[in-house]
């Protein structure tokens, strides 16, 4: 089942910070992030999977909380490079090898 | 290292007619995914495979198949095209599969007229 993304969308001035949170009714084993600019391929961010920690690089940052089958993903400070399309895709069990992706949260940094 | 390459990036076909797109994942990569991306339904999921076995398979008709070589390349056809099938095929490699870092082609455009 498809997990759902809120926002589905955000405009923000730059420097702000975001944040978008991906849920699901079912147990989840992994969680993926991804952004997709316009009329580019989507590009890896994070992976958080079961039992894992919070990862998170440079100004971005995520968490997933098993209890609630929830994962949120944290931008802080945000810059105009951050606008773009955000995705989440989750992994239901251990060798799954297929991700349900959320239909995507539209975010738009302005100057 | 060379990334993630699908060809055709654009194709129109016919209804009726059939279609076969290529990926070429990253070397080293032995897992192959594609997914199929449209406005209304985003990215949803098609079949995955790793060494030249297709470990999954999404929720779409039989027209859909796919299959992947011994280098790892994969192709995937689909059958008797239908307008609804207009789309961006996106395929993604990884070293191991779902629980690893996927990397995306730039996608294949398909408009079916």
């Known amino acids: 089942q498809q997990p759902v993304q809120s926002p589905q969308a955000v405009i923000l001035r730059e420097g702000e910070d975001a944040v978008i949170n991906c849920s699901s009714s079912?147990?989840?084993?992994?969680v993926h992030w991804y952004r997709q600019k316009h009329g580019e391929a989507p590009v890896f961010l994070m992976i958080l999977l079961k039992g894992g920690e919070q990862k998170g690089h440079d100004k971005i940052s995520a968490s997933f909380n098993e209890k609630k089958q929830q994962s949120s993903l944290y931008l802080t400070a945000s810059q105009l490079s951050y606008s773009g399309t955000y995705f989440c895709g989750t992994e239901g069990f251990q060798g799954a090898q297929k991700l349900v992706f959320g239909q995507g949260t539209r975010l738009t940094i302005n100057p | 290292k060379a990334g993630v390459t699908q060809t055709p990036r654009y194709l129109i076909k016919t209804r009726g007619q059939q279609v076969t797109l290529s990926c070429s994942p990253i070397s080293g990569h032995r897992s192959v995914s594609w997914y199929q991306q449209t406005p209304g339904q985003g990215l949803q999921f098609l079949f995955e495979?790793?060494?030249?076995?297709?470990?999954n398979k999404g929720n779409f008709p039989g027209r859909f198949s796919g299959r992947q070589f011994s280098n790892s390349r994969s192709e995937m056809n689909v059958s008797t095209l239908e307008l609804g099938d207009s789309a961006l095929y996106l395929c993604a490699s990884s070293r191991t599969g779902a629980t690893t870092e996927a990397f995306f082609g730039q996608g294949t455009r398909l408009t079916v007229v």
């Open positions: 495979y790793f060494s030249e076995t297709q470990r």
């Open positions: 079912k147990a989840l084993y992994s």
